[in-house]
């Protein structure tokens, strides 16, 4: 893991396509759009391609519309972003793989689905760099791991390394362990909103009207995730300043410890891990 070497320096984004406008390709083009980068955007249908105008000043190409919108948007741009589930990159890359501009960064945000097997699909030498950002890119505050493919420059992985951080914060991890990121930070906001939604309905079940219960669920995450990040302990000490000896919240943590949650966190990642093992499997 490396920190980021771009910070302070000034460096010119190239235009951007994201082909497949969704979840992930929509946070990071939010993200984008706010710092000024010029993009372009492709959906498989225009139910949704206007709407993006709004939300980033840009229409997306839809495949509905325009069969070629994949190609056309990647003519010219200098990172193309491939934006789609796992199972539709192989033929993504294919379509594209004659409009590339000489010098064109692919980037893959999909889950599981290994440089080697984008490159076999694209000409020679292409540079490809498989990024696994997170939704809260969308208000810049994401994580991306990044991880090079075998044709990769310093300078173009610094320039993808400066295109996610206008979303947030980037490590650079060797493509060994981009899976095992992926597991903790490109699935972990969905691990936060679960546990949310938990407290919030334990709350309920003692005995809180539903409004006040999602107050306090919220700021209570919140606020314990700014003391985390002011204080210069570890979240265990933090957890000790909490934990009254012989108190509620001692009680409450053993019943955490007693049915599992340690394990059941670990046998999560473990399951998310061998999924996106299966989902690059896929794709040879
Ligand atoms: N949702 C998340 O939090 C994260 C997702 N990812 C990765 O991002 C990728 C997309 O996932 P989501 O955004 O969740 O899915 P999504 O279903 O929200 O987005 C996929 C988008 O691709 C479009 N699309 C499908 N086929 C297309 C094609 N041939 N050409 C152009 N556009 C096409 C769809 O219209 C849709 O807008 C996946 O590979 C996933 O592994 C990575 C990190 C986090
Ligand atoms: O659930 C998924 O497969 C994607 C990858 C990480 C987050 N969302």
């Known amino acids: 893991m490396s920190a980021s070497p771009t910070d302070g320096r000034p460096v010119d984004l190239p235009v951007i396509a994201i082909l497949g406008a969704g979840s992930m390709g929509g946070a990071i083009a939010r993200g984008v759009?706010?710092?000024?980068?010029?993009?372009?955007?492709?959906?498989?249908?225009?139910?949704?391609?206007?709407?993006w105008h709004g939300i980033v000043g840009v229409t997306a190409l839809a495949l509905t519309d325009d069969p070629d919108a994949n190609r056309t948007a990647a003519v010219g741009a200098g990172i193309v972003l491939l934006g789609v589930k796992p199972v539709g990159i192989g033929e993504l890359a294919e379509?594209?793989?004659?409009s590339l501009a000489?010098?064109?960064?692919?980037?893959?945000?999909?889950?599981?689905?290994?440089?080697?097997?984008?490159?076999?699909?694209?000409?020679?030498g292409t540079a490809v760099v498989r990024a696994m950002p997170n939704t809260p890119a969308a208000i810049g505050l994401g994580v991306t791991g990044l991880s090079a493919g075998s044709s990769v420059s310093d300078e173009q992985l610094d320039l993808v390394?400066?295109?996610?951080?206008?979303?947030?914060t980037v490590v650079v991890v060797p493509e060994s362990?981009?899976?095992?990121?992926?597991?903790?930070?490109?699935?972990?906001?969905?691990?936060?909103?679960?546990?949310?939604?938990q407290l919030e309905a334990a709350a309920v079940a003692r005995g809180l009207d539903p409004a006040d219960a999602a107050a306090l669920?919220?700021?209570?995450?919140?606020?314990?995730?700014a003391l985390l990040a002011q204080s210069d302990v570890p979240?265990?000490?933090?957890?000790?300043?909490?934990?009254?000896?012989?108190?509620?919240?001692?009680?409450?943590i053993a019943v955490f410890d007693e049915r599992g949650l340690p394990d059941a966190f670990d046998a999560a990642t473990a399951a998310a891990l061998a999924r996106a093992q299966e989902l690059g499997a896929q794709l040879s």
């Open 33 to 51: 759009s706010a710092g000024g980068g010029e993009l372009r955007l492709t959906t498989r249908s225009s139910a949704r391609s206007a709407e």
């Open 95 to 98: 379509e594209i793989a004659g």
């Open 102 to 124: 000489p010098g064109a960064i692919v980037v893959s945000v999909a889950a599981g689905v290994s440089t080697a097997a984008i490159e076999r699909r694209l000409p020679a």
């Open 161 to 168: 390394r400066h295109l996610f951080e206008q979303v947030g």
């Open 177 to 197: 362990q981009i899976d095992a990121l992926s597991t903790i930070s490109g699935s972990g906001p969905a691990y936060v909103f679960y546990l949310v939604e």
């Open 217 to 225: 669920t919220r700021g209570t995450f919140a606020g314990a995730m």
């Open 235 to 252: 979240p265990s000490e933090l957890r000790r300043r909490v934990t009254s000896p012989n108190g509620t919240t001692e009680r409450a």
